[in-house]
């Protein structure tokens, strides 16, 4: 059998309100952040980038919404998988079903999984208990935070010195105003429990923005009220030029597996 890439790697396998999921490795450790697609989807998408469902060593999650949850339960019945969840998160998730290797952590205390520290944060969003985290190996970081309506002084600090970031980007302000969403939703988009404006995005990276930042990643467009150029194109101005690679994940294929 080949030997495995050893190189710290992370690849968005879906991202938008279809489902959202993203698979980190060490080579040794397999891990999704978020397991949003079906079971049969997630094992197509895993399959897709090289990778099987066998291999993972824990699902973790980051809130209750359905397009983060829907496949977490029937994988980890499916493959014996761990789901790292916090207690809030768990009861308020409706569609799990039983999970025999249930872990609980909390915001603000990091934890192990193999080799792969997770340090998980509080983020503000209309969600019982969301979290954001960073996951470091061999001295490299990636800091993930998607559906986040403000980048709060506490998630800028834990996403400080990431080498890639996983970031929300969801929707063009003018876009959403003009949009057919109803008025009430609009404000909760905008609200700082909704989601991030390219704009607060492109503002957020250039605070985040350092030398060893080395991949940009942004997630969770809206279909209805960004498109993938107006993200890229507000965001890159954020980076001042710098070589960091910037990617936009999408919602009906694997991204890039970018590696560390």
């Known amino acids: 059998m080949p030997k495995k890439n050893k190189s710290f790697s992370m690849c968005p ?31 197509r998408r895993l399959s897709q980038v090289g990778e ?7 699902i973790i999650i980051t809130h209750e919404h359905t397009d983060h949850v829907l496949g977490a339960g029937i994988l980890s019945r ?39 520290r997770v340090n998980p944060f509080s983020i503000s969003h ?14 490299k ?15 800028k600090s834990h996403l400080s010195q990431s080498n890639a970031l996983y970031l929300e980007s969801n929707h063009d302000p003018r876009m959403l105003v003009e949009g057919s969403y109803p008025w009430h939703l609009k404000q909760r988009i905008k609200s700082r429990t909704g989601h991030l404006s390219n704009q607060e995005t492109r503002d957020l990276v250039a605070e985040l923005m350092h030398q ?8 969770h467009l809206s279909e209805e009220n960004n498109c993938p150029n107006k993200a890229f194109e507000e965001v890159a101005k954020g980076l001042n030029g710098s070589d960091t690679a910037l990617y936009v994940a999408g919602p009906d294929r694997p991204g890039d597996m970018i590696r560390l």
Do not use: W
Request: with cysteine.
């Open 78 to 116: 499916r493959f014996n998988i761990p789901v790292y969840i916090t207690r809030e998160t768990y009861g308020a998730c409706k569609r799990l079903g039983k999970i025999e290797h249930l872990q609980f952590f909390e915001c603000g205390t990091a934890f192990d999984i193999g080799d792969i």
């Open 13 to 43: 396998l879906a991202s938008g309100s279809k489902g959202n999921s993203v698979f980190v490795s060490t080579g040794d450790t397999a891990v999704l952040v978020d397991a949003g697609l079906s079971g049969i989807e997630t094992e």
């Open 126 to 139: 209309d969600a019982r208990d969301p979290a954001g985290m960073t996951l470091s190996h061999g001295g």
């Open 52 to 58: 099987t469902p066998e291999n993972l060593k824990a």
């Open 212 to 219: 060893d930042l080395s991949h940009l990643v942004l997630a």
């Open 141 to 155: 970081k990636i800091g993930l935070a998607t559906d986040l309506g403000v980048a709060t002084n506490l998630v």
